[in-house]
């Protein structure tokens, strides 16, 4: 075996399925049970959508995922401030999907075991150690639930899928603190509604200590639409943060006194809070970039790597380019450390620049900009901020992460 690939989640799976591609042996180990889809809405931009259909999946995301169609940000007051096109109805030659993040999942890890079957995917496998011989690196896994040692295998790489919470990353890093909280708090929850604006429209409502994000992950048979909704609030001085459980469940009360009023005519929030039934909280939570992924024949991809606040829609999106970036330094250099250091070269600037940007709340500082400037409201934008001024925001974070139009189209998947 060459490639070991600790973590069985988005970026671990994405980077199976080039690997594969690329006829180059691997062998994922993921320390769950059983795989099963977890987690709510996200968004898949258009560099990170190419990579997918290269791999071959544009019909199954199709079946799964909406097609974006636009991004609309409004003040608190529900009054327009920006919006605009999104994927091949903003030029470019891929879409953008919303998608509920399990469903994504699944679909990468049922495609992987079709295509190699479900032997290379070991789980209830979890790291505990390993170390570097003269030929490669040998591997002690655990059961997560009791700690017994379950096996011992080996690889001449590895790769750490494993999260905002890698273990890899803090073995790497024994110094580094935990993550860093925004202070913001972010409740979430899907609700079935009727179509709003476009039908496949994402909202951004308010400003960073108070906003509200919706856009809709499946349309139903009788014209409905399932709204994967998120609700920010900047939380009182000590406040307990510190679990990090996507399935962690939420309260009503705990958002309610802000959003009650949010009725809009375009949209009512409050009703589709109200109507929830199940509500998850999580915080919104990052690391600092690092000046190191890799370590000998050990590197970090996805949120292992750079987790970043979820501002901008990208980080499963810059998952999938690890993946797609790493597999063509392999196949360049061999299953070796040289691909590793060529491989991280290429991606870590690009991250560490998203995670500084969404520290500043990425393209949605426009909310904050406005919010500042027009706090009761506005009856002309353009008083407010120009049309450039806003089109430039949108513009300079596109670029940023990889993915604006022009430069895009004018250049190949890297797994074509």
């Known amino acids: 075996m060459s490639v070991a690939i600790i973590g069985a989640g988005i970026g671990g799976l994405s980077l199976g399925l080039c690997l594969h591609k690329l006829n180059i042996p691997f062998k994922i180990y993921e320390a769950v049970n059983e795989i099963k889809p977890i987690g709510v809405g996200i968004n898949i931009q258009p560099h990170a959508v190419r990579e997918l259909f290269a791999l071959g999946l544009q019909k199954e995301l199709d079946s799964i995922g909406i097609r974006s169609q636009e991004v609309a940000y409004y003040s608190k007051q529900g009054d327009l401030i920006w919006s605009e096109p999104r994927g091949v109805l903003a030029g470019y030659n891929w879409p953008q999907y919303s998608i509920n993040r399990g469903d994504l999942q699944m679909l990468l890890y049922e495609t992987l075991k079709d295509r190699m079957g479900s032997d290379l995917i070991k789980t209830n496998f979890t790291l505990s150690d390993w170390k570097e011989e003269k030929s490669g690196l040998e591997m002690h896994f655990i059961n997560c639930k009791d700690g017994t040692h379950i096996a011992s295998e080996k690889s001449i790489i590895m790769i750490a899928c494993d999260g905002i919470n890698s273990i890899v990353r803090a073995r790497m890093n024994p110094t580094e603190s935990s993550a860093n909280w925004s202070g913001i708090m972010m409740w979430r929850g899907t609700t079935k509604v009727p179509k709003y604006l476009s039908g496949k429209t994402m909202v951004m409502v308010g400003q960073k200590i108070q906003k509200f994000v919706a856009y809709p992950i499946h349309e139903f048979a009788d014209g409905d639409i399932l709204l994967n909704w998120i609700c920010d609030l900047k939380a009182p001085k000590g406040y307990n943060w510190t679990r990090q459980d996507w399935n962690a469940k939420g309260e009503l009360r705990e958002l309610w006194p802000s959003f009650k009023d949010w009725n809009f005519p375009w949209l009512d929030v409050a009703s589709i809070i109200r109507n929830t039934k199940d509500i998850y909280k999580y915080p919104m939570v990052d690391r600092d970039p690092l000046d190191k992924w890799s370590d000998n ?21 810059q998952a999938i380019l690890d993946s797609a970036f790493l597999a063509r330094c392999i196949e360049r250099h061999g299953v070796k450390e040289d691909a590793l250091i060529d491989y991280e070269s290429i991606r870590r600037p690009v991250t560490n620049e998203i995670i500084k940007k969404n520290r500043l709340n990425g393209p949605d500082e426009i909310l904050d900009i406005v919010a500042q400037k027009a706090p009761n409201g506005f009856s002309n934008i353009n008083n407010i901020m120009s049309h450039k001024e806003l089109g430039m925001i949108a513009e300079n974070y596109k670029t940023i992460a990889g993915f604006d139009a022009h430069t895009l189209n004018l250049s190949n998947a890297i797994m074509d």
């Open 297 to 317: 024949r050990v590197s970090l991809l996805g949120d292992a790597a750079h987790p970043m606040y979820p501002i901008g829609s990208n980080g499963a999106s």
